[in-house]
């Protein structure tokens, strides 16, 4: 039997008497069943390798593939092994990135709250980030569960969310980063359409309602345009209180994963001048939040 520590009542836990370089069918439908109570995971000491942290994600559905709309190095140069994210801000030879590298950028939009993968049509379903190298000052990652958000809204506010739809778009976070405009081809902008997503979301495990709210929402369908910032920022504000939020510091082997269908999560800044290394696994969801066939009455 693994062991299950609640970090956080009902939201964050710490798994302990697991080998995670060798699971097991048996062992992982613990690790799963704790994973659909709780949404984050948090596992200790645990320095698995890219094999490893892959065949572990695996457990939990398809990995995720995602083309990159910038080529991000000549020769698209990797860190890492191919199938995981590099969120680090080093290059592939290991050296800090440059101020203006364009990897370094496109993790800084990761510092917005955010759920993966909302600009894709079916998004991420799990994520699991491993640390390699931990930044001395900063550079944590907090979470906010979206569960206990709706669960604390009064009635009469829930009710007009239900149903309605909001558009993700990738290129907000980043040109909220300082992205030039002028960079996103039609090309570029065709490998990442703005997607529709549900506003509310049912998990499919516990039943549970929660908020799906993204820094990539560009809009709601159907509610002019300064309505819908004011609503999904004062959501946004409240989901992110203390009291829904858990912060994670990181030491050099731990593994945390998180269920994106109902969290956000943001990292923090960071000392730049030192190296902070992280790999993540993502998996996609089983499908679209919003039918394929959908389309918004104009
Ligand atoms: C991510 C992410 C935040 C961080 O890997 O999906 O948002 O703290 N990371 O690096
Ligand atoms: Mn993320």
């Known amino acids: 039997m693994i062991s299950i520590k609640?970090?956080?009542?009902?939201?964050?836990?710490?798994?302990g008497d697991v080998d995670l370089a060798r699971l097991t069918d048996a062992v992982f439908a613990e690790i799963e069943a704790a994973f659909n109570r709780?949404?984050?995971?948090?596992?200790?000491?645990?320095p698995i390798s890219e094999e490893q942290q892959l065949a572990f994600a695996k457990y939990f559905g398809e990995l995720e593939f995602s083309p990159q709309p910038f080529v991000q190095t000549p020769g698209d140069k990797r860190r890492i092994g191919v199938g995981m994210q590099d969120i680090s801000n080093l290059d592939e030879n290991g050296k800090l990135l440059t101020h203006t590298d364009n990897r370094r950028l496109?993790?800084?939009?990761?510092?917005?709250?955010?759920?993966?993968?909302?600009?894709?049509?079916?998004?991420?379903?799990?994520?699991?980030?491993?640390?390699q190298s931990v930044s001395p000052t900063g550079g944590e990652t907090e979470f906010a569960d979206m569960r206990a958000a709706w669960?604390?809204?009064?009635?009469?506010?829930?009710?007009?969310?239900?149903?309605l739809i909001a558009e993700h778009d990738y290129f907000r976070t980043r040109l909220?980063?300082?992205?030039?405009?002028?960079s996103i081809s039609p090309e570029r902008r065709a490998l990442r359409p703005a997607v529709p997503q549900?506003?509310?979301?049912?998990h499919p495990a516990n039943g549970r309602?929660?908020?799906y709210l993204?820094?990539?929402?560009?809009?709601?369908?159907?509610?002019?345009?300064?309505?819908?910032?004011?609503?999904?920022?004062?959501?946004?504000?409240?989901?992110?209180?203390?009291?829904?939020?858990?912060?994670?510091?990181?030491?050099?082997?731990?593994?945390?994963?998180?269920?994106?269908?109902?969290?956000?999560?943001?990292?923090?800044?960071?000392?730049?001048?030192?190296?902070?290394?992280?790999?993540?696994?993502?998996?996609?969801?089983?499908?679209?939040?919003?039918?394929?066939?959908?389309?918004?009455?104009?």
């Open 198 to 202: 549900v506003l509310i979301r049912t």
């Open 38 to 46: 709780y949404a984050v995971l948090v596992f200790h000491r645990q």
């Open 176 to 182: 909220m980063v300082g992205l030039d405009p002028e």
């Open 209 to 211: 309602k929660s908020l």
């Open 214 to 298: 993204a820094s990539h929402i560009t809009k709601i369908y159907g509610m002019d345009d300064a309505a819908a910032r004011r609503l999904v920022d004062e959501l946004t504000e409240h989901a992110t209180q203390p009291a829904f939020t858990y912060q994670h510091h990181w030491a050099v082997g731990d593994v945390v994963l998180w269920d994106n269908r109902c969290t956000m999560h943001r990292g923090r800044p960071f000392d730049e001048s030192q190296p902070r290394a992280m790999r993540r696994a993502t998996i996609s969801d089983v499908g679209p939040t919003v039918p394929e066939n959908w389309h918004h009455a104009a």
């Open 6 to 15: 609640p970090v956080t009542p009902e939201f964050v836990a710490e798994i």
């Open 106 to 131: 496109i993790n800084l939009a990761n510092q917005f709250w955010h759920t993966d993968s909302t600009f894709k049509r079916t998004p991420a379903k799990m994520s699991m980030l491993t640390a």
């Open 151 to 163: 669960d604390a809204l009064p009635a009469a506010r829930r009710e007009p969310l239900e149903g």
